[in-house]
C-alpha cells in the first residue's frame, strides 16, 4: 500500500511574536484578515462571520463576546451586539443610532426621519439637564418660535395642559391647581443658584369638570432684599381684578399697606394741563373719565369751561364738559352747580357753554340790560313744546293781586321779565290760562 504526503500550504503566518495573518504572511495587527482584492474592489466572498443567533435573551460568559443578530427580537433591533459586564446587557454595536428611541419602542432610532420620543431629560447646549427640557444658551442667544400661515385664526401657542392621575388615566383637577406659569429667576450666588424674582402663573379657579375649566391670572414680584416673589395682582374668572389682594369684590379692587410707612399707597390719574385737556375732544365713550389738571387752562371754553382750577376733574358726556370733584360731598358721577365770574356789556346775553340747564329741558341765562337792571331769561331747549307755569303778584293801592298763567313754551321760546318788570314771552299763538286771586 501506498502513503501520499500531501503538503497543504497555508496562508496563515505566525510570528514569534503571535501575530496572526490571513491572506497575508506580514500581518500587521494580533490578526490581519486581507480581502481577496486586499485594498481593491469587494468581492462577494470577503468578510468577517461571526457567530449569528435570532435571540439574545441568555446572558454572555464574558466581557466583549460579540454576536450577530439576525432580526428585531423583544427589545433588541437586527445588527451586532456585544456583552457588556459592567451593566450585565447586551449592547448593540451601531453607529448610525439617534440618542432617542423610535416611538412606541425602546428601540434607538437609527435615522433623522424616525417618528420619537424621549426616555429622559434632553438637554440643548448642556450635556447634564435638570429638568425634562434644559435649554442653556451663551452669549445672549435667544429661543424664537416662528410660525408662517395665511390663516388669522391660526397663531402660535404655547399650551400647559395639567391633570391629575396619569397619562393613561387623566382625573379632573381640584380647585385652586397651579396650571403653569412663566418665571424669571435671577443668579444670586457664587454658584448656579437662582431664585425667583417675577413670575406669573395660572390657577384653577374651583374643580374643573366636563362643563368648566376656570382659571385665574396671578402676577408676583420679589421686592428689593428678598429672595421670594410676592403675590401683587389677581385677574379673577370673572374679570374682577385684585390689587394688593387676591380676591376682588368689585370690578377693580386696590388695597393698600395702610401699617407699611415705606410703601406710598394712592392712584395717580392721567396727569395733563388744563390747555393740554383743552386740545382733546372727549365723546360718550369717555364719560366717566377722570384726569388731575396740575394747571387751570388758559382760556377756559367748550368741553374746560370749568377747568379753572387744579384739581381733579371727571368728563360728563350729558353735560359735555369736565366738572370739578370738590373736596365737599361730591361723588364720582354725581352732579353740581359750578360757576364762574364774567363780564356783560349792555343788552349782551350770557354765552349758552356753561349755563345751567335742566334735566336737558330748560336752559337760564341772564342779559344785562343795563349797570343796574338784569333780566333772567327761560329757554325751552328739549325739541319740543313744554307746559311752564309763572307766578306771580301784582301790587296797587288798596289791593293785591296773585296769578299762577300756565304757558304752552314752543320748543326755542322763551319767557322773560321785561324792564318794568312785566313778564313777556316770544310766541305768537298759544294757549294761556291763569288764576287770579284777590285778598279778603
Do not use: C
Amino acid at each position: 500500500m501506498k502513503y501520499f504526503t500531501f503538503i497543504i500550504i497555508s496562508f496563515f503566518s505566525v510570528f514569534a511574536f503571535s501575530q496572526v495573518g490571513i491572506g497575508t504572511a506580514m500581518p500587521e495587527s494580533s490578526l490581519d484578515i486581507r480581502a481577496a482584492n486586499h485594498l481593491g474592489n469587494v468581492s462577494a466572498s470577503d468578510g468577517v462571520l461571526v457567530p449569528r443567533v435570532n435571540d439574545l435573551s441568555t446572558a454572555g460568559a464574558t466581557d466583549g463576546q460579540l454576536v450577530y443578530l439576525t432580526e428585531d427580537v423583544s427589545t433588541f433591533t437586527k445588527g451586532f451586539h456585544y456583552w457588556d459586564d459592567a451593566l450585565s446587557a447586551w449592547t448593540p454595536i451601531n453607529s448610525t443610532i439617534e440618542p432617542w428611541n423610535r416611538a412606541g419602542t425602546n428601540n434607538p432610532a437609527t435615522l433623522n426621519t424616525d417618528n420619537i420620543y424621549t426616555q429622559g431629560q434632553v438637554g440643548i447646549g448642556t450635556d447634564n439637564p435638570l429638568g425634562a427640557l434644559h435649554i442653556t444658551t451663551q452669549n445672549s442667544r435667544d429661543v424664537l418660535l416662528f410660525r408662517f400661515i395665511d390663516s388669522p385664526g391660526d397663531d402660535l401657542d404655547i399650551d400647559l395642559l395639567r391633570a391629575r392621575g396619569t397619562a393613561s388615566s387623566p382625573a379632573l383637577l381640584q380647585d385652586n391647581t397651579r396650571l403653569g406659569g412663566l418665571r424669571g429667576q435671577s443668579f444670586t450666588g457664587s454658584s448656579t443658584i437662582f431664585n425667583p424674582s417675577a413670575e406669573i402663573w395660572f390657577q384653577t379657579e374651583g374643580a374643573s369638570s366636563p362643563t368648566s375649566s376656570a382659571a385665574e391670572i396671578n402676577f408676583a414680584t420679589t421686592p428689593v432684599g428678598a429672595l421670594s416673589t410676592i403675590e401683587r395682582m389677581t385677574i379673577k374668572s370673572d374679570g374682577k381684578v385684585g390689587i394688593g389682594t387676591d380676591a376682588p369684590a368689585s370690578t377693580l379692587e386696590v388695597t393698600g399697606q395702610p401699617t407699611n410707612t415705606a410703601v406710598l399707597d394712592g392712584m395717580i390719574p392721567p396727569r395733563l394741563t388744563g390747555n393740554q385737556l383743552q386740545a382733546k375732544t372727549y365723546t360718550a365713550a369717555q364719560n366717566g373719565a377722570i384726569v388731575y389738571a396740575t394747571s387751570a387752562a388758559t382760556a377756559p371754553a367748550g368741553q374746560t369751561i370749568n377747568v379753572t382750577s387744579e384739581g381733579l376733574y371727571v368728563f360728563s358726556s350729558s353735560q359735555n364738559r369736565w366738572n370739578l370733584l370738590n373736596s365737599g360731598s361730591l361723588n364720582v358721577g354725581q352732579r353740581t352747580s359750578v360757576y364762574r365770574r364774567v363780564t356783560l356789556a349792555d343788552n349782551e346775553y350770557l354765552s349758552n357753554t356753561g349755563l345751567i340747564e335742566l334735566e336737558g329741558l330748560i336752559r337760564v341765562t341772564v342779559q344785562r340790560d343795563n349797570a343796574v337792571v338784569y333780566r333772567p331769561q327761560i329757554i325751552n331747549i328739549s325739541g319740543s313744546p313744554i307746559e311752564v307755569t309763572l307766578s306771580g303778584n301784582t301790587l296797587g293801592a288798596t289791593v293785591q293781586r296773585d296769578y299762577d298763567t300756565n304757558l304752552i313754551l314752543p320748543a326755542g321760546g322763551f319767557v322773560s321779565p321785561d324792564p318794568d318788570g312785566i313778564t313777556y314771552w316770544d310766541v305768537r299763538s298759544e294757549t294761556v290760562t291763569s288764576q287770579i286771586a284777590l285778598p279778603n
